[in-house]
């Protein structure tokens, strides 16, 4: 009876041993040296075809090749032996070839916002033989969760996760804390009077951020001098957030005058034409000659009619004006008249 037997002598190029089951796990960038010899009363082989799946070189016909594995999965090595007597025997063993680096872990300190926590923790590193190791002294972990490269936090505390392999390690701690949660009230609605002057104060605290609208002003406090909607949403500096909002309604009701004449000659006054306005939200005009030819246009409240076309002034006349506002009590208002141009 014959016995033929394929060894294998595993060197991590430096850090050697020998591996005589049907499997191997070798790091990324390792070598393997294949060694096959027949013992007892077999007869001798006198030649050799091997095939690497996944290493360098893929195939050889020496008796001890040496193999390298630049990239990782599982591949088949396969040895065909030829003996003195023209037999042939062929042995296989597959070869698992895992990461020899490790990804930074993708933990960080994290702040929780509200009563209630969860979170999802990652290790990363989610290749094959890896393995991993939770751990807190904060926390009872059970012994599901802390081989699994998930862990899944209900409590705050502090958390430390190893990632190793036979080809190294990799730790990170990190710790989860909650936040400090926001406390805005800017009070109930109010009614006010235009052109009053009403403080609105989002509250105080460490580390504190604002953002206010409709305005955009970043400060603790605010100046409200007109009748609107405002909300403000503060950020602490764990990230958590609240918003409040409150409405100033005007319960002065809105007022308008319109002149009937201006004289655009350099001169103060009455060198614009606009309207005196209070209590309105937003404004258009435009203004026409005789012909009914657009002279002038905005939607600005600040911005009146200088008595110019194209930057040129227009004749002294009469011009027609039409004007459309709204209100700080939602009601719209369309005015059409005549005004008097004078040099």
């Excluded at 052109?195 to 409200?224: H, K, M, R, S």
């Excluded at 005196?276 to 009146?304: A, C, H, P």
Aim: with cysteine.
């Amino acid at each position: 009876m014959r016995i033929k037997a394929l060894l294998l002598f595993l060197s991590t190029y430096g850090l050697a041993a020998v591996a005589q089951t049907p499997s191997l796990i070798i790091c990324k960038g390792s070598g393997v040296n294949y060694r096959e010899f027949n013992t007892g009363s077999s007869l001798p082989s006198v030649s050799w075809k091997w095939s690497f799946q996944g290493g360098t070189p893929s195939k050889s016909s020496l008796r001890e090749p040496s193999v390298s594995y630049p990239d990782t999965g599982l591949f088949l090595t396969s040895c065909e032996s030829t003996f003195s007597d023209s037999s042939k025997n062929t042995q296989t063993i597959w070869v698992l070839v895992i990461e020899s680096t490790f990804e930074p872990i993708p933990l960080r300190d994290t702040a929780f916002c509200g009563s209630a926590i969860s979170l999802s923790l990652n290790a990363g590193n989610n290749f094959r033989g890896a393995k991993y190791h939770w751990t807190s002294p904060d926390v009872n972990l059970t012994a599901t969760d802390t081989n699994s490269r998930l862990y899944k936090s209900t409590q705050p505390g502090t958390y430390s996760v190893k990632v190793y392999s036979q080809c190294g390690s990799i730790s990170k701690t990190i710790v989860i804390k909650r936040g400090t949660q926001p406390a805005v009230d800017l009070g109930k609605d109010r009614f006010v009077c235009r052109n009053a002057n009403v403080l609105l104060d989002a509250g105080t605290g460490a580390g504190f951020t604002y953002l206010w609208q409709p305005g955009g002003e970043t400060t603790q406090t605010i100046l409200a001098n007109i009748a609107g909607d405002f909300s403000v949403t503060v950020t602490s500096a764990e990230g958590c957030k609240k918003t409040d909002a409150i409405s100033l309604i005007d319960s002065c009701p809105p007022v308008f005058y319109i002149p009937n004449a201006f004289t655009p000659n350099d001169a103060a006054p009455n060198d614009v034409f606009l309207p005196y306005m209070e209590g309105f939200t937003k404004f258009s005009m435009l203004i026409l000659n005789r012909w009914g030819q657009v002279v002038f246009k905005t939607t600005d409240m600040k911005t009146g009619w200088d008595g110019k076309y194209m930057g040129k002034p227009v004749p002294e006349g009469v011009y027609a004006c039409r004007i459309e506002l709204m209100g700080t009590d939602k009601l719209r208002r369309i005015e059409n008249t005549n005004i008097t141009l004078l040099r």
